[in-house]
Nanobody, 123 residues
Framework: QLVESGGGSVQTGGSLRLSCSAI????????MAWFRQAPGKEREGVAA???????YYSESVKGRFTISPDNAKNTVYLDMNNLSPEDTAMYYC????????????????????WGRGTQVTVS
């Protein structure tokens, strides 16, 4: 079970930190990712971290967003900086147990578990 938090409204140029808490054991063996979906658009993978070590980002957020795990807390964070209105979306946490190829890490079909999402609005 995945539970996201930390969404909200922020002005352009601002920052937010999203959290995804996972219930279960073996957190460090999971691949975790953040996806987002804006109204009328397809879901987009923005950041992933594979088995707690290898991180990948979409071009649209590279250099602005950082994904990081806290294995002791079974939590993965998404730090978002220099936000723009184009970042407005519902953000979802996703997880899958075990290794996956980096090329699939931002593909939603690669993940079996999903949270309900947290809204981020940038104005």
């Amino acid at each position: 079970q995945l539970v996201e938090s930390g969404g909200g409204s922020v002005q352009t140029g601002g920052s937010l930190r999203l959290s995804c808490s996972a219930i279960g054991e073996g957190f460090g063996r999971y691949c975790m990712a953040w996806f987002r979906q804006a109204p009328g658009k397809e879901r987009e993978g923005v950041a992933a971290i594979l088995v707690g070590r290898f991180s990948y980002y979409s071009e649209s957020v590279k250099g602005r967003f950082t994904i990081s795990p806290d294995n002791a807390k079974n939590t993965v964070y998404l730090d978002m900086n220099n936000l723009s209105p184009e970042d407005t979306a519902m953000y979802y946490c996703a997880a899958d147990l075990g290794w996956m190829s980096p090329g699939r890490s931002l593909t939603d079909g690669a993940y079996n578990s999903w949270g309900r999402g947290t809204q981020v609005t940038v104005s």
